[in-house]
């Protein structure tokens, strides 16, 4: 497995990290770890989530669902 760091832009609401990592698990990968720090006024945070994967292109497809979803605004990864 390759370890994977994604680093989302999200604008919070109720249920987005729940939202998030089950579609991270929808797609049969593991969470190593997630990153969310606390926002102030519901401005945009980066959370940074980590994933193990066999393959870039489940991430590739990751990415696409993960902005599909409401708040996401932004979706970017590092191979490590």
Do not use: Q, W
Not at 30 to 40: C, K, T, W
């Amino acid at each position: 497995p390759v370890s994977c760091e994604l680093k989302v832009t999200v604008r919070d609401r109720i249920g987005l990290l729940k939202e998030m990592s089950a579609t991270i698990s929808n797609a049969k990968l593991n969470i190593e770890s997630i990153y969310a720090p606390p926002m102030a006024g519901g401005k945009f945070a980066i959370n940074k989530i980590g994933v193990n994967t066999a393959d870039k292109k489940d991430i590739e497809k990751l990415v696409l669902k993960l902005k599909s979803i409401r708040g996401v605004h932004a979706v970017s990864y590092v191979l490590n």
